[in-house]
């Protein structure tokens, strides 16, 4: 009988890349969901839109320079970007803006430094900041919860599809009118207007832990996240690390003062601070790759996420704490490599002869 | 070792959990059910005259000329010099037919010569080992020379010399057997070890004496309870309390040599160093129960244990044959295929060889044969760029970071290749079960090893010429420096205090005198 | 306005002073750097480089009045490791200095040699075994293929053999 050749191993891992992007999205459903229960289809138009210009983005740059199509269009990862960055706009962002963001994500941030695993910085926060410098006013116009028991009426379905893709408001409606501050928006302004945490936390926008609304789609991020713990497609160092030295300087600044800190829980259930720890942090090609690295990566992080809500001038920090914490990825894999076998333990490189 | 008993650290109730490693599915159940075959002498044998590795060897017989069981048909060279070459003996007895060239199995499809032996229905023992006398009563050195004698070489897949591999050592502290049978589906060692333990324990003994090792430590999974019990019972039947026993983790991959030593003993191999320079040696258990077989019984190394196994054979099991058995033979003798199958693996779907075809002979670097249906491997896929998710890294067995040796070995920065320690590589292929990419990141190592090896070579013959230059440099100067002081001494002892002036004068007045 | 521009100068010109600073102090010992530099160098000691040696080709490196892509035996993989150590980007080879050809060994036809014990002067590395008026035979495992006895001798007696 004759026989086929191969190489060894001849067993290879189920977890492919395409597999391991699908899982991404399906652990994100859960805090997708709890989005659109509280501020409408809004985030879904959002992600459609992000997901088309992300997935043409990509097939056009993959022809440019010559690569498979098939191949990297199927492993997903361009759509995961794109949800992403979806997650972190307001609601009734007009699709250009979204648009625009997904495009200089992928073309840019991604395909620029060499395409799939050789990008230095998140694809998605570089697109979102991206954005963020170009078109500051709308990425301002944050709308409230339906929650039911404030001022507010919420647009409905049809009057937000046609805000995000043609600009114009019912009559009765100005886009001033719909706009609320998110709860760290809250914070950062009234605690600049010397109010006391108590006072602020008075406001009906605020809920046990965060924001109302906010609190859930967070813990509904948290859940995913755990479902991916568990499948093994993340491992616990970067989100532990990172909420972990969060808690820390939260717990602390609001030890040393409760009028003017917002505490640990606030700040881990507002914003996008679960949804950084399990899916933005935690993206394989802009994260260190030793266990020591990515403590140090993530508790960098969570360290720059306070500063800059405490003291910088942006609400929510967590799009600039990674970036600025991508750049020193090859830094900390540079000084973090484990101790090789047979080698004795030094704090220097070694060589094996002199 | 273990500080408060002095014993192996796997001594501990709890053996030492490595971070490293994997744990695939292991399909070693199919073939622990029915005991070992004696596979009945076969038709026909090809024997590889080269079963040895490193040295070459030479056919002692001619075409023509009838062999018995266990007559010596090969001489190989010495490995280190000093070590008798091991031989190589006929399987079957019966008449040489020729020595031809043949595929053998390895690695690439070459053509070996092969010694072909048609038997003569008869199995007629060759009757000159038996009655050697009591090893444990001879010296060393002629322990090595009967081991050598009886072709007996590692039978885990190396096939080194175990004459030489004994011979060498000095200050040996502690002999491991290793029965880590890490990969998934063999288990030819474990059947060994639950039918044969105590040929294991006496050849662990014969070893000792020949090591002049004080202490044995017998290394099997923690997935083996059988055989675990019944290397308790042949130790006690023994009554040599220097044997001992010792259980690591079931991950793969334990039973490779540096892993089981840093299991069991709790120290690591330094880095260009052997195993001997800390003091134990390892073999296998397969090559131990040989050591036994020949100094007991009389039978030099003419068939070993191989797990016949894998979803395309009707029955799996394991089956003692002789060696030089052509492999479709074998399958016929325990039933036949049981299907159409795609690949014919030598040795584990971790590290294992595939096969061209099933018309190959059974040698003694066979320990497993798996006749694999295509929906036991794995689909192969495209190629990916390497996305950095860091898996490699956590189950590299020597530590090192497959990642970043990947971007070095593309870039050939040998500098780099050196600091993370390719050389440390086992090519166990962990890091490639692990990837979601796909990278073939082991044959990469492989390859660049040869690279890498060629460099350090360069640059160890740089270090020598610049030692030669150097001290051609200072022999010319020191040369030089004599001539110069030899014409300073010239010039002084004719110097004296006469002037050029004075000297032209005296020559001057001695010309003009009568 | 003028604060600005002071406290931004007064940043850069302190800045500077301490790169400046770090790189002499930081800096490898003279010596030190030469050795270093030399042991990357394959020790050919063939001159192709325009120096009459692989040490003075280091001294100029370390002085920086030569290039890191001078020596062809060395090949990239020199190139390379010399612009990681000097902290200069790696070049292709420069083939004015001449090609990298595969590794040789020099070989004596001894039916030609008459003893004239030039080749053994030439030979940078003592490979070269005889006297004068007896034979000359070159010791091939310490041969590093420099070429530098095959000029010297009269008779064209010596060969260069591949070895790959």
Redesign the interface.
């Known amino acids: 009988m004759i026989f086929a050749s191969g190489i060894a191993p001849h067993w290879r891992t189920q977890h492919t890349v395409p597999v391991m992007m699908r899982q991404v999205i399906y652990s994100l459903l859960p805090g997708i969901t709890a989005y659109i229960w509280f501020f409408g289809i809004g985030v879904a138009v959002n992600c459609l839109i992000a997901a088309v210009v992300a997935a043409l983005t990509e097939a056009s740059a993959l022809l440019i320079r010559g690569r498979p199509v098939k191949l990297f269009l199927s492993d997903y990862s361009a759509i995961v970007t794109a949800i992403l960055l979806a997650l972190c706009l307001p609601v009734v962002t007009p699709w250009w803006v979204t648009a625009s963001g997904s495009f200089f994500a992928i073309a840019v941030a991604k395909h620029l430094y060499g395409g799939l695993g050789f990008n230095v910085f998140n694809p998605a926060m570089a697109g979102y900041v991206a954005i963020m410098v170009s078109f500051p006013e709308y990425m301002t116009h944050w709308t409230a919860p339906n929650i039911g028991d404030i001022d507010y009426q919420p647009l409905s379905a049809l009057a937000t599809l046609q805000y995000i893709f043609t600009g114009v408001l019912p009559d009765s409606l100005t886009i001033d009118a719909i706009s609320r501050a998110t709860p760290l928006d809250t914070v950062k302004t009234e605690l600049g207007m010397m109010l006391t945490m108590g006072e602020i936390r008075a406001n009906p926008l605020f809920g046990d832990l965060g924001g109302r609304g906010w609190e859930w789609i967070n813990s509904a991020y948290a859940l995913g996240g755990f479902w991916l713990l568990f499948r093994g497609i993340i491992r616990w160092h970067v989100p532990v690390a990172l909420l972990g030295s969060l808690l820390v300087m939260a717990g602390a600044g609001y030890i040393i003062d409760p009028a003017t800190h917002p505490g640990a829980g606030f700040h881990v259930f507002s914003g996008g601070t679960l949804l950084c720890a399990f899916f933005i942090a935690t993206d394989p090609v802009t994260c260190t790759t030793t266990n020591t690295g990515r403590l140090i990566y993530g508790a960098g992080i969570g360290i720059l996420i306070f500063m800059i809500r405490t003291w910088g001038s942006y609400a929510d920090g967590v799009a600039f704490a990674i970036l600025l914490m991508n750049m020193t990825v090859p830094l900390i894999d540079r000084y973090t490599r484990p101790k090789v076998y047979g080698r004795p333990p030094t704090g220097k490189e070694q060589r094996s002869h002199g | 070792m273990c500080p408060q008993t002095n014993k192996p650290a796997a001594y501990d109730p709890q053996p030492p959990r490595p971070e490293w490693g994997i744990r695939p599915p292991t399909r070693k159940t199919g073939s622990l059910k029915l005991p070992i075959l004696e596979a009945s002498p076969p038709r026909w044998v090809v024997i590889p005259i080269e079963q040895c590795l490193g040295v070459s060897a030479r056919a002692i017989v001619t075409p023509g000329q009838h062999v018995l069981t266990g007559e010596p048909i090969a001489q190989a060279d010495s490995v280190t010099g000093t070590d008798p070459g091991p031989k190589l003996h006929a399987s079957i007895s019966g008449e040489v037919i020729g020595i031809e060239n043949n595929m053998v199995p390895g690695t690439s499809a070459h053509r070996e010569p092969c010694i072909v032996i048609r038997s003569d229905g008869k199995d007629e023992t060759y009757s000159e080992y038996k009655n050697l006398g009591d090893p444990l009563q001879m010296d060393a050195g002629k322990i090595c020379t009967l081991i050598a004698e009886a072709g007996i070489v590692g039978l885990g897949g190396a096939l080194f010399s175990t004459a030489a591999k004994l011979q060498n050592s000095s200050g040996i502290r502690m002999l491991i057997l290793n029965g880590a049978e890490c990969e998934p589906y063999i288990t030819c060692d474990e059947m060994l070890l639950r039918e044969r333990a105590r040929k294991v324990a006496r050849g662990a003994q014969i070893m000792m004496r020949a090591l002049g090792a004080p202490d044995t430590v017998i290394a099997i999974e923690s997935d083996m309870p059988e055989a675990r019990v019944a290397i308790y019972d042949a130790i006690e039947e023994l009554g040599d309390d220097r044997i001992h026993e010792s259980v690591v983790t079931a991950k793969y991959p334990a039973g490779g040599e540096r892993q089981i030593i840093q299991l069991v003993m709790g120290e690591e191999v330094p880095e260009g160093a052997l195993q001997n320079d800390i003091g134990y040696v390892c073999h296998n258990v397969a090559t131990a129960a040989a050591i036994a077989e020949f100094f007991d019984e009389g039978r030099p190394l003419i068939s070993r244990i191989v797990t016949v196994t894998g979803g395309g054979i009707e029955t799996a099991r394991n089956v003692d044959v002789r060696i030089g058995t052509i492999m479709a033979d074998l399958f016929e003798l325990i039933g036949g295929y049981y299907d159409v199958s795609s690949h014919l693996i030598m040795g584990g779907p971790m590290m294992g060889v595939c096969l061209p075809n099933d018309e190959l002979p059974v040698t003694k670097a066979t320990n497993c044969l798996i006749i694999m249906k295509s929906r036991e491997l794995s689909p192969p896929r495209q190629e990916m760029p390497c996305i950095r998710c860091g898996e490699c890294n956590q189950v590299c067995p020597a530590q090192l970071l497959p990642q970043e040796l990947l971007t070095a070995s593309k870039q050939h920065d040998m500098e780099a290749l050196d600091t993370l320690g390719l050389n440390a590589c086992i090519e166990c292929g962990c890091c490639d079960y692990v990837c979601p990419s796909y990278i073939p990141l082991t044959a990469q190592f492989t390859s660049t090893k040869l690279e890498f090896r060629a460099h350090e070579s360069g640059m160890q013959r740089a270090a020598h010429a610049r030692e030669r230059y150097e001290a051609r440099a200072s022999r010319l100067q020191q040369e030089q420096a004599e001539r110069d002081k030899q014409l300073q001494e010239q010039v002084d002892a004719v110097s004296g205090t006469d002037s050029i002036d004075a000297v032209m004068k005296r020559v001057a007045s001695r010309d003009k005198k009568p | 306005m003028l604060l600005a521009v002071l406290v931004m100068g007064g940043l850069a010109v302190l800045i500077a002073a301490a790169l400046g600073l770090a790189t002499s102090w930081l800096s490898a010992d003279g010596n030190d750097a030469v050795e270093q530099i030399?042991?990357l160098?394959?020790?050919?000691?063939c001159g192709q480089c325009g120096f009459p040696?692989?040490r003075p080709y280091a001294e100029a490196l370390a002085a920086g009045t030569a290039n890191i892509n001078q020596c062809p035996p060395g090949g990239?993989?020199t190139i390379?490791?010399l612009g990681?150590l000097l902290g200069k980007k790696p070049v292709a080879p420069d083939p004015a200095y001449g090609l990298q050809k595969p590794q040789c060994v020099a070989v004596i036809t001894e039916n030609a040699c008459i003893g004239c014990a030039l080749c053994l002067e030439a030979c940078?590395?003592?490979?070269i075994l005889g006297a004068a008026h007896f034979m000359h035979t070159v010791i091939s495992a310490?041969c590093?293929g420099c070429k530098l006895c095959v000029a010297p001798c009269p008779v064209d007696c010596i060969d260069l053999k591949n070895l790959a």
């Open positions: 030399n042991a160098l394959p020790q050919t000691q040696g692989c990239d993989a390379k490791a990681r940078p590395v003592d490979a310490e590093t």
